[in-house]
């Protein structure tokens, strides 16, 4: 699991943002937000444009250094506009099993590297300064790599037509080597690989009868995928049955049951839509999540709708890890949450736990959102 990640100098954060995951402060109550002494399930706030989808892109930039995903493209802005630095850096800190594996590199862009290194344990496993051209692997050894072929590594970085295409070497070592399937690296690999950013908030504008995809209608045929469905709305508190049906055409259509069919998309509200959203991005593939970051994942819910969804994530998937962005005070309370699982995001790019941005010592008999909304933490936003 995720231990700790730490960002500079990317996008609006030019000083040091640091997630924290391990720092919990030992409440009694809600501790189904915890799993492993590490938080699982975290809500942050903070006012528009401080930099909360900002965040969420950050720890999702290691899945540009394992795997083919992008994260953004080249025109968009990388580098915070007002650092003098020629680099972001990202740190990431894992648990597996209890070995600490600590992965750090520098960008220039988003694909072109500075230096990355990798160690676990304390151990120095291989450092490379694309930079100044220093490579070192002085501990392969500890990751069952000691065979790898290095000096392949090394042509691969050679330019090609004058340009130089620079390759992650943890990258490169995942992809060149035969490692067993309980080795630290593949649990990172498969970690990284089921790691999840969906910004709901932006996506409903996308998600009408036309958009969705037949793959999408093909999984709810599957045996009781659709009961599934049923379910999960009616825990939102959206009473329904649903009927699915091919039409002549080989199309699907998707309805709500009554004594006459009523087509879904035409009928439900935003509200139900967003919920469905939600359920086709990240309930459908959740079990095997590792982390999910969900940016305004409430955007469109009534408030007992938002903690009744937060709820099921604690009760349906409680090994993992998800982050929450919200604006919704509602959510701030105890019986939900926890003051150390309350997170505020303030425009200087500061990531604070409600437990400390305050000199009171949190009970559980304090009312969180009246705190909130009276200024108890404004320093912090």
């Not at 730490?6 to 924290?20: A, G, R, S, W």
């Not at 083919?68 to 003098?84: G, I, K, Q, R, Y």
């Not at 910004?199 to 209608?217: C, D, P, S, W």
Request: contains cysteine.
């Amino acid at each position: 699991m995720l231990k700790r990640f730490t960002v500079k100098n990317y996008k609006n954060f030019q000083k040091e943002v640091c997630l924290d995951l391990e720092k919990t402060a030992g409440y009694q109550f809600s501790t189904d937000c915890i799993t492993d002494g590490l938080i699982s399930k975290m809500l942050i706030y903070g006012k528009n444009a401080t930099g909360k989808t900002n965040l969420g892109r950050a720890v999702m930039n290691i899945k540009t250094m394992l795997l083919d995903a992008v994260s953004s493209v080249e025109t968009e802005a990388f580098l915070n506009a007002d650092s003098e630095e020629d680099a972001a850096v990202f740190s990431y800190i894992f648990d597996f099993n209890g070995r600490e594996l600590v992965y750090r590199y520098a960008k220039f862009s988003e694909y072109r590297l500075k230096w990355e290194k990798l160690e676990i344990n304390g151990t120095l496993i291989f450092e490379c300064d694309f930079l100044e051209g220093k490579l070192a692997f002085p501990h392969l050894e500890e990751v069952e790599a000691e065979t790898a072929n290095v000096e392949r590594y090394r042509q691969a970085l050679e330019p090609v037509d004058g340009e130089q295409h620079l390759l992650s070497f943890l990258r490169w070592l995942v992809s060149n080597m035969a490692l067993k399937d309980d080795s630290i690296l593949i649990k990172l690999l498969n970690y990284v690989r089921d790691m999840t950013m969906v910004t709901v908030g932006n996506a409903l504008t996308q998600f009408r009868k036309g958009i969705m995809t037949n793959i999408f209608f093909k999984r709810l045929e599957q045996e009781n995928s659709l009961k599934n469905l049923e379910e999960f709305f009616n825990v939102m508190g959206i009473n329904c049955r649903l009927v699915l049906k091919k039409l002549p055409d080989g199309q699907r259509e998707l309805y709500f049951s009554h004594k006459k069919l009523v087509p879904f998309f035409e009928n439900a509200s935003s509200g139900t839509l967003a919920l469905l959203d939600i359920y086709r991005k990240i309930i459908t593939a959740i079990e095997k999540s590792s982390f999910v970051y969900m940016d305004e994942f409430d955007a469109f819910y009534h408030y007992e709708m938002a903690e009744n969804l937060v709820r099921f994530f604690k009760k349906k998937y409680p090994r993992s890890q998800i982050i929450m962005t919200s604006h919704n005070t509602n959510l701030m309370t105890n019986r939900l949450m926890r003051p150390d699982c309350l997170f505020i995001l303030s425009g200087e790019g500061t990531l604070t736990a409600l437990c400390d941005a305050t000199e009171r010592e949190m009970r559980e008999g304090h009312n969180l959102e009246k705190m909130y909304i009276s200024g108890e933490f404004e320093r912090y936003e």
